[in-house]
Each structure stands twice: as structure tokens, then as C-alpha cells.
């Protein structure tokens, strides 16, 4: 039957978003981990940054986890935009009757919109500190390595362009914030987990999450920013 396979391979890709998705969050706790380091911006604390950032582009376990990472962003963008596009096509709009604020929140009617915005920050961010720690030109520190705060420091420090990449960051911030809000308790439901007890704090958990982790990562490139002396 062409529906149900149709179906069935719509259900095998909210799957596949939930299991990446998750991927994704656990990620960006430790990338936060790792970047609030350049809260401290002291010769000590960006030759520690640059210490970290050398052993996460070194590490062989590392390695392999990042080589994951890369894949699961493609797919989980692939397969959000397929998404999208078929809820889109779904939508009874022409209805009078169909009143989408009342059975669903903002956020979980524009995921494919908020992923858009997402995705190209990725690419922008990427291109900015990824491809410079690993082919672009990039100067020593005191130590001898790959003086990647100095990166930064000059990406957010840089005139108009340092106060521009930084107002883009906060705003992918934002668009993080509002794809979490609804993905990460959509995720669990996805999956099956669906608990009287265990689902309102998953619900809980992820509104906290979804506020707290993109605060934290916005929070640096205005300090950066800030700090310019
Ligand atoms: C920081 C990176 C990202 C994280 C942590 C993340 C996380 C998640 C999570 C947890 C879900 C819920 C999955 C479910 O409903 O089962 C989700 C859904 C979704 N994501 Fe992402 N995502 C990220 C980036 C992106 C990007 C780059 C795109 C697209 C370009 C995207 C598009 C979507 C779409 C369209 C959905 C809804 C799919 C549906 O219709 O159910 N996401 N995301």
C-alpha cells in the first residue's frame, strides 16, 4: 500500500529527528561547556582555550564523536526540511475552522523555519572557527598552538562586523531557543515516552533547557564583545 509505506517512512524519519535531535542537545552542553571558558579572557584563560580547542580537534575519541556530529546535522537538517515541506502540504489552512493557536504553539508550527535559521548560523559559525582551526590561516600563542581565542576575540571585536556577528549570534540564540522549546519534549514523545508522572517534568526540563542553554552560549560573544578595550 503507497500510503502506508508513505507513512511508514514519515514515522521512520520523525524517529531519525528525535534520536539526531537528541544527539544534538547532548552536544551542545559540552560545546557550552568548552566555550564559556572564554569567559575568562586573561593570557592565561585564552591559552587554556586554546589548549581545549587543540584536544578537541586531536583527541582520536574525539574525533570519531565530531565525525557523528557532522552527519547527524545533515541528516537532521535533510530529513527536518523533507519534514517540514510534508506537514506543510498537510496543513487544512482552507478550512475556517482550522485555528492552529489554540491546539499548538509558535514554535512547533515553524520548526522547518527556526531549522532554516539554524542551519545557516551552523554554516556562518563553522566556516568562522571550524575550517580556520583546521585549514585556515591562524597565528601561535605563547605555547605554540593554534591561538583560536584570538579568533574569536577578533571576530566579535571587529567594528561594525564584531557588533553585526555577534547581534546574528544572538538571534540564531533565539531561534535555538523557540526549535528546543518544542523539540525537546516532542523528542520524548516521539520516542514513546509517554508518563503521567515522567512527561510533565520532561516538559519542565526541556522549557528550562531551552531558555537556559542558548542564554549561556549568547551571553559570550556579547561579554567578547563587551570586553574590548
Ligand atoms: C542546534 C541544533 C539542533 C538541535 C539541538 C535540534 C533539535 C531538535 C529536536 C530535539 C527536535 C524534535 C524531534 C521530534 O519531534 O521528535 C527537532 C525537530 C526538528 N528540527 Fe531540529 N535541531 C537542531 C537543528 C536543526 C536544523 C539545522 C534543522 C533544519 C535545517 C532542523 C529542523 C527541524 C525540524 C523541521 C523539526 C521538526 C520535525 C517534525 O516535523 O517533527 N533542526 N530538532
Same mark, same amino acid.
Given at each position: ?18 534520536? $539526531?535531535? #537528541?544527539? #544534538?542537545?547532548? +552536544? ?18 585564552? @591559552? ?8 578537541? %580537534? ?6 570519531? $564523536?565530531?565525525? +557523528? ?11 527536518? &526540511?523533507? *519534514? ?5 502540504? /498537510?496543513?487544512? @489552512? ?21 531549522? %532554516? ?6 554554516? #556562518? ?12 590561516? &591562524? ?8 591561538? *583560536? ?5 577578533? %571576530?566579535?571585536?571587529?567594528? $561594525?562586523?564584531?557588533?553585526?556577528? /555577534? ?9 535555538? /531557543? +523557540? ?10 514523545? %516521539? ?7 515522567? $512527561?510533565? !517534568? ?5 522549557? /528550562? ?5 542558548? !542564554? ?6 556579547? +561579554? ?6
Amino acid at each position: 500500500m503507497a500510503n502506508s509505506g508513505l507513512l511508514g517512512s514519515s514515522i521512520a524519519k520523525k524517529y531519525w529527528m528525535s534520536l $539526531t535531535g #537528541l544527539f #544534538l542537545i547532548s +552536544f551542545l552542553i559540552v560545546h557550552l561547556l568548552g566555550n564559556l571558558q572564554l569567559l575568562d579572557l586573561s593570557a592565561e584563560g585564552q @591559552e587554556q582555550f586554546n589548549i581545549y580547542a587543540k584536544f578537541m %580537534t586531536s583527541f582520536p575519541l574525539i574525533k570519531i $564523536t565530531s565525525y +557523528f556530529l557532522y552527519a547527524s546535522i545533515v541528516f537532521h537538517a535533510v530529513d527536518g &526540511i523533507y *519534514l517540514a515541506i510534508q506537514n506543510r502540504k /498537510a496543513r487544512p @489552512e482552507r478550512y475556517a475552522s482550522y485555528k492552529p493557536n489554540r491546539n499548538s504553539i509558535w514554535a512547533s508550527r515553524n520548526m522547518g523555519l527556526l531549522g %532554516t535559521i539554524i542551519l545557516a548560523f551552523i554554516i #556562518l559559525h563553522m566556516s568562522q572557527f571550524w575550517y580556520t582551526m583546521h585549514w585556515g590561516e &591562524i597565528g601561535m600563542d605563547a605555547n605554540g598552538n593554534k591561538d *583560536l581565542a584570538a579568533v574569536v576575540i577578533k %571576530t566579535y571585536q571587529d567594528g $561594525t562586523a564584531g557588533l553585526i556577528m /555577534a547581534l546574528l549570534y544572538v538571534i540564531a540564540m533565539a531561534a535555538v /531557543a +523557540f526549535h528546543l522549546y518544542h523539540g525537546f519534549q516532542s523528542a520524548f514523545q %516521539t520516542l514513546g515516552i509517554n508518563h503521567n508522572r515522567y $512527561t510533565p !517534568l520532561i516538559k519542565k526540563v526541556g522549557a /528550562a533547557f531551552s531558555i537556559i542553554v542558548p !542564554l549561556a552560549y549568547a551571553i559570550i560573544p556579547v +561579554f567578547v564583545l563587551m570586553a574590548k578595550n
